[in-house]
C-alpha cells in the first residue's frame, strides 16, 4: 500500500484526487502497488467534496505519519510550498509537484535534499502540463548532446493569441476565456509577461545541460504589446505570432536561453500548434528533431502527468529514481542579444528611407492599414543592428524576431 497526500485543492489539486480516483485499477496495475489517497491538505472546508473525509488543515499531520509515503505539492508559488517540500523531503517522503515556479527557483537544492533522504523530487507537470517532456529529455534523449529546444510553452498566451487570429476577440476577452478555462495562473501577469514560459525553458535547460539556469539569467518578454495588426501582417505573409521558449547551445560551453514572441513560419509545426496546446521542438545531435504535443494546461492534463509521477515515486520507494543538475553558474547563461535573424517591423516612417536604411526588405500589407504605417521583414542581423540602421528613421511600434531554426 502506497499512501499519498495532496497539498492543495486548487485546480491541479482537485484534478489529481480525481484522476487517482477513476483510474485506480490502471495506476495500482501501473504501479503494482495499491495508491490510496489518505489526506487533502487545504486551509478551506469542502463539505460536499466526494473527498470531504481526507480533509486536513494542518501539515504536521502529513509530515509526521508514517504512513504517508508520496506528497503532492500542487500549492503553487515559492513560499509555503518550499517549507512544506523541504519538510516532506526530510521526513523521507517522496513529493510530486507541477510548481514550476519552485523548480526553477530551487530544482537544483530540492533535488539534493532529495537525493540526501533517499527519496524522489518528481516534476513532470511543471513542464507542458500533460505533455511528457522532463522524463524523454531525461531518459529516452540521454545518448545525445541537445543542441536546441524551441517550445509554446504557456497555454494561457497560446490561447490568447490564437483567439485573438481565430475570432478576432480582444486580448481582454481571451484572457478571461482561459481564465475560466483554468489555465491561467492566479496572477496572470506570469503568463501574459512571459515569467511562466521561463521558470519552464529554465527547467528544460537544466535538463539538457545539466547545471541550474535561474529565471533572473533569462531574457524574457512577454505579448502584452502584440496587437491584431501585427497578426494581420504575420498572416499577410504566411507566418502566426506564438510566445517562445529556446535554448540554444553554443560553441564553448555557453547556451542562449530567452523567451519572446516570435513569427513562426506557417510550415514549421509550431505555427499549427493552437488553443491550450503547448509543443517542444527538441534538436539532438543523434536523434534530430523531435517534437512533444500536447495539452499545457488545464485540471486533467496537469493531473495525468502528476499521477503518473506518483506512481513512478511508488514504483521506485526501494530503488529510488533520481533526476539530477549541477549548480547553476552566472557565467552559464548569455541573451539573445547575439543571435542574428530576420526580423518583423511595424513603425511610421517611409518604405523609400526603411529601404535606403536596411537594403532588401520585404514591405508587407494589411487591409485598413492607416497612412504612414509600414511593416516588413528584413534580412538576418542582430537586435543592435536593427536598432541602429533604423535610428534615424524612428523607434518601431513593433518589432518582432523571425524564428530560424538555423540561427
Ligand atoms: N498558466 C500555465 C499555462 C499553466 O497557461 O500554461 C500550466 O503551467
Same mark, same amino acid.
Given at each position: 500500500m502506497v499512501n499519498v497526500a495532496i497539498l492543495g485543492y486548487g485546480v491541479v489539486g482537485s484534478g489529481v484526487a480525481e484522476v487517482l480516483?477513476?483510474?485506480?485499477?490502471?495506476?495500482?496495475?501501473? #504501479?503494482?502497488?495499491?495508491?490510496?489517497l489518505k489526506y487533502i491538505l487545504d486551509v478551506r472546508e469542502f463539505p460536499q467534496s466526494p473527498f470531504a473525509d481526507k480533509f486536513v488543515h494542518d501539515f504536521?499531520?502529513?509530515?509526521?505519519?508514517?504512513e504517508v509515503d508520496v506528497v503532492v505539492e500542487t500549492i503553487g508559488g515559492a513560499r509555503v510550498a518550499k517549507e512544506f517540500t523541504e519538510r516532506a523531503l526530510k521526513a523521507g517522503k517522496s513529493v510530486v509537484t507541477s510548481n514550476k515556479e519552485l523548480v526553477a527557483e530551487h530544482g537544483y537544492d530540492l533535488l539534493r535534499l532529495a537525493e540526501e533522504h533517499g527519496v524522489s523530487y518528481l516534476f513532470e507537470a511543471s513542464v507542458g502540463g500533460g505533455i511528457p517532456i522532463i522524463r524523454p529529455l531525461n531518459q529516452c534523449l540521454a545518448a545525445n548532446e541537445i543542441e536546441e529546444i524551441v517550445g509554446i510553452l504557456n497555454g494561457t498566451t497560446n490561447y490568447i493569441l490564437t483567439r485573438m487570429i481565430r475570432a478576432g476577440l480582444s486580448f481582454e476577452a481571451a484572457l478571461k476565456e482561459a481564465q475560466q478555462n483554468g489555465y491561467a495562473e492566479q496572477?496572470?501577469?506570469?503568463?501574459?509577461?512571459?515569467?511562466?514560459? =521561463?521558470?519552464?525553458? =529554465?527547467?528544460?535547460? *537544466?535538463? *539538457?545541460? @545539466?547545471?541550474h539556469v535561474y529565471p533572473a539569467q533569462v531574457s524574457t518578454e512577454g505579448i502584452s504589446h502584440i496587437t491584431?495588426?501585427?497578426? #494581420?501582417?504575420?498572416?499577410?505573409? @504566411?507566418? $502566426?505570432? $506564438?510566445?517562445?521558449?529556446? *535554448?540554444?547551445r553554443l560553441e564553448g560551453g555557453k547556451i542562449c536561453v530567452y523567451v519572446a514572441p516570435h513569427l513562426v513560419d506557417g510550415e514549421d509545426p509550431l505555427s499549427g500548434v493552437e488553443d491550450v496546446f503547448n509543443a517542444i521542438t527538441v534538436r539532438g545531435n543523434a536523434v534530430g528533431d523531435v517534437m512533444f504535443y500536447g495539452r499545457g494546461a488545464g485540471k486533467r492534463p496537469t493531473a495525468s502527468a502528476v499521477v503518473a509521477d506518483v506512481v513512478d515515486a511508488a514504483k521506485h520507494r526501494k530503488t529510488k529514481k533520481y533526476l539530477h543538475w549541477d549548480q547553476g553558474d552566472p557565467e552559464l547563461v548569455v541573451s539573445p542579444e547575439g543571435l542574428e535573424s530576420a526580423w518583423y517591423v511595424r513603425m511610421n516612417a517611409s518604405i523609400e528611407g526603411v529601404r535606403a536604411a536596411l537594403g532588401e526588405i520585404s514591405a508587407l500589407a494589411r487591409p485598413g492599414a492607416p497612412a504612414g504605417e509600414v511593416a516588413f521583414l528584413t534580412g538576418p542581423?542582430? #537586435?543592435? *543592428?536593427l536598432a541602429e540602421k533604423l535610428a534615424g528613421l524612428g523607434t518601431p511600434a513593433s518589432q518582432i524576431r523571425v524564428l530560424d531554426k538555423n540561427h
Open positions: 480516483t477513476e483510474n485506480n485499477g490502471q495506476i495500482d496495475r501501473k #504501479a503494482e502497488e495499491d495508491i490510496r504536521a499531520i502529513i509530515e509526521n505519519d508514517p496572477n496572470p501577469t506570469a503568463d501574459i509577461e512571459g515569467h511562466d514560459a =521561463c521558470r519552464k525553458i =529554465c527547467i528544460l535547460s *537544466a535538463l *539538457a545541460f @545539466g547545471r491584431l495588426a501585427d497578426v #494581420a501582417y504575420a498572416d499577410a505573409c @504566411g507566418r $502566426k505570432i $506564438k510566445l517562445l521558449g529556446r *535554448a540554444i542581423m542582430t #537586435a543592435g *543592428a
